[in-house]
């Protein structure tokens, strides 16, 4: 799984959304895996799926992530999909 995560991860960073979906589809194994949660997380969002994106932060978090840098690593981007889906209010 991590050469998959290691591809995806690239894959995100080049902006290269079908590659990315391609390595995640190599970590069927690790479905559950907070790594693999995060990464279709960032892919969601890159596709504009907020909904989606929080839904998987959200199973992540819930995962109780064995490190500690990949829990602040999902709970940064729980902030990040909050803020990107909060409306502004009118002035």
């Known amino acids: 799984a991590r050469l998959a995560w290691s591809e995806a991860r690239q894959a995100l960073d080049r902006g ?5 979906t391609r390595a995640l589809a190599n970590t069927t194994s690790m479905a559950d895996h907070p ?6 997380a960032e892919l ?3 596709r504009h799926e907020p909904v989606e ?3 998987l932060v959200a199973q992540a978090l819930a995962a109780t992530p064995e490190y ?3 829990t ?3 709970q ?4 990040e999909m909050e803020r990107a889906t909060s409306v502004s209010p009118a002035p």
């Open 44 to 46: 969601a969002a890159a």
């Open 16 to 20: 290269e959304l079908n590659q990315a």
């Open 35 to 40: 790594v693999t949660l995060r990464l279709k």
């Open 68 to 70: 500690a840098v990949e």
């Open 76 to 79: 940064r981007l729980a902030t």
């Open 53 to 55: 994106a929080q839904h």
């Open 72 to 74: 602040e690593a999902l």
